[in-house]
Each structure stands twice: as C-alpha cells, then as structure tokens.
C-alpha cells in the first residue's frame, strides 16, 4: 500500500508540475469532461487528498481551504500528503474498521470499512489526474508519464530490458 500512495503523490506532483507552465487563462479553462476548470480538478484533488487524511488519522490540520491557492500552493500542501499517507500505512490499521462520516452542512451519513476508504482515496486521485492531463491535451500541451510503471520506473523498482530488435 504504501508504494500505491507514492505513487498517488508523485503522479499528483508531476501534473501539477506539467499544468504549472501554462497561462493564468488556461488554467481557469474549463474542458469538457473534467471536473471544473484545471486548476479548480487540482484544488479538488488536493483538498479531497487532504480531507481522505483527516477522516482516516482524525488530524484536522490536513484540512485546508483550497478554493484560493495556487498550483505552488497546492504543490506544496500535496508534498506533506506523501510523509502523512506513510505514517498512516505504517501503523497497524484494521482494514476492516467501518469509519462513519457526517457532513456537517446536511447531515449526510455514510458508512464504510478503512479499506473502501484507502481505495477511494486512490481512485479519487487517479480520476482527476487523468482528468487534468486531458485538459493538457486539449489545450496543446503534453502530459507526463504518471502510470505506476513510470513510478516504478522513476523510483528504481520496475527495471525493463528493451528488446535489441
């Protein structure tokens, strides 16, 4: 698991890093199939990230007000996600603990095992990353090798031996 959420948080980086070469009005262009415009799907990303790790480890202090930052800003609030998702998968956890969430504003009551919650949490990531490098393609740009073999790659774990010919 804990491989799975570096590379949660390196793929996150290097979108974030990729969409950070683009103009203020492309990143406030809304694309067709993702979630808001592109830097809106990195706030919600970010912040979704954030609140996936408050609700697990109950440290308010992930929580974070992302509807004014930045993409440095945003950068910078996932980079601290990678030491507290490590810290959390170090712990002896109970994948089957049911956690009950309540949102506060309508009283909405939803019950699920640790486990669902880890891997919506990746989910959650990889939908709005793909979603972010579409609107890259869109607007002309390139989007980064983000998959887990790049990772694997990048990080030294997967080794590949092309073939000669």
Wanted: negative net charge; hydrophobic residues 45%.
């Amino acid at each position: 698991m804990e491989r799975a959420f570096a590379h949660h948080v390196w793929a996150t980086l290097r979108v974030i890093d990729a969409c950070s070469a683009l103009r203020a009005d492309q990143l406030a262009t809304a694309v067709p199939g993702i979630y808001g415009s592109i830097v809106d799907t990195a706030r919600h990303l970010v912040g979704g990230d954030a609140w996936y790790i408050f609700y697990i480890n109950g440290d308010r202090s992930f929580l974070i007000d992302t509807d004014q930052l930045d993409l440095p800003a945003l950068r910078s609030a996932m980079e601290g996600h990678a030491a507290a998702w490590s810290k959390l998968l170090s712990e002896d956890l109970d994948a089957d603990a049911v956690l009950r969430e309540i949102d506060e504003d309508d009283g909405y009551v939803r019950d699920a095992p640790l486990d669902i919650r880890l891997a919506q949490a990746l989910h959650h990531g990889s939908d709005h990353r793909s979603q972010m490098c579409t609107a890259l393609t869109a607007l002309g740009g390139r989007p980064p090798a983000i998959d887990v073999w790049d990772y694997g790659l990048a990080t030294g774990v997967v080794s590949e031996i092309l073939p000669t010919s």
